[in-house]
């Protein structure tokens, strides 16, 4: 007596495909920058309109000549300890990640078509 099994993965090799995760990733990397934006400073309104992502979704970055000292909290000489805006400070992407990240779960789940 032979038993014969066939296993049909084409459906799910389509839903894991490269084109889909790229898509998840797009979907949830706008979210991010939408929800990052409110922790960003934005003392003279410079450093908030120039958050990015990379076309393919991987990096979501902010492109100003002291984005890198503020994101830090220092410059190797100045330790910035006051916010203007309410609610800002360095490392916006810890405090959005820590409110946000179940939201950006669901918009790579959605945005991959799973």
């Known amino acids: 007596m032979s038993i014969s099994i ?3 993965l084409k459906g799910a ?12 990733r797009i979907a949830m990397s706008s979210q991010i920058l939408l929800d990052s934006d ?8 410079h450093l908030r309109p120039s958050g ?6 991987k990096e979501v970055s902010w492109n100003t000549v002291y984005a890198r000292a503020q994101f830090y909290g220092k410059n190797g000489i ?4 006051k916010y203007t805006t309410p609610g800002t ?4 992407d810890e ?3 820590a409110i946000h990240m179940t939201d950006w779960v ?4 959605k945005g991959a078509g799973f």
């Open 78 to 81: 100045v330790t910035f300890r």
């Open 106 to 109: 669901q918009r790579f789940v």
């Open 52 to 57: 990015h992502m990379s076309r393919d979704g």
């Open 38 to 45: 409110q922790y960003v400073p934005n003392r003279e309104g």
């Open 95 to 97: 405090k959005a990640k």
């Open 6 to 8: 066939q296993v049909d």
């Open 89 to 92: 400070g360095k490392r916006w």
């Open 13 to 24: 090799k389509k839903k894991l495909s490269d084109h889909n995760i790229r898509r998840g």
